[in-house]
């Protein structure tokens, strides 16, 4: 199996001599696999792999020896290119999400309250029932969850997501108001 590839070799596979098949693979495969490195497609062992049933299939149509046959195996692995590059096209590349560098925020009732009280979020705090303030105080300042709130007031989950939303309701009406009074 030393040597160049012979159009012996090449009738000898088109027999079905197996030796003669592997030849053919090794002899044309790195090429091969350069080319479609070359021409950027992704996988290139298995496009590879698909260029040389082609040919293991359509062996005994090859005219012109070994000449006629590397011109018919990189026509396949042309149009293999094409292909792959039709279906990227098609199917683009996915970028995985990174929220590091996703600028579609937006600030939370929490975040907008504090920035449009001027930092005064103490006083507008003391503004809220008791139970408002500790709701706020543990969800915002300690950063709990519902359920660790409300085992901590001693209350249900639903009734700490009630008093959150009417102490950010209130907070939110107060900061408004004032906004859109001091404006005027």
């Known amino acids: 199996m030393d040597g160049l590839l012979t159009d012996e070799d090449l009738l000898a596979a088109v027999s079905g001599d197996g030796r003669s098949a ?5 002899s044309l495969s790195p090429a091969v696999m350069g080319y479609l490195q070359a021409r950027g497609v992704e996988d290139t062992e298995a496009v590879a792999q698909e260029v040389f049933l082609t040919v293991f299939q359509k062996l005994d149509k090859v005219t012109g020896g070994v000449a006629g046959l590397k011109t018919f195996t990189f026509s ?4 293999r290119v094409v292909d792959a590059a039709r279906a990227r096209a098609r199917h683009p590349h996915l970028a995985e ?3 590091d560098f996703d600028t579609r925020t937006v600030a939370s009732a929490e975040q907008v309250v504090v920035d449009r009280s001027g930092g005064d979020v103490v006083q507008l705090l003391q503004t809220l029932n008791p139970d408002q303030r500790d709701v706020l105080s543990l969800r915002i300042v300690a950063d709990l969850p519902i359920d660790q709130v ?3 007031m001693g209350k249900s989950e639903g ?5 959150q939303r009417r102490a950010l309701a209130k907070l939110k009406d107060m900061v408004i108001g004032s906004k859109v009074g001091g404006a005027s």
Do not use: G
């Open 150 to 152: 409300a085992r901590v």
């Open 22 to 26: 592997e030849k053919i693979y090794r």
């Open 159 to 163: 009734s700490v997501k009630q008093l």
């Open 97 to 99: 999400y990174d929220p």
């Open 76 to 79: 396949i692995a042309h149009a």
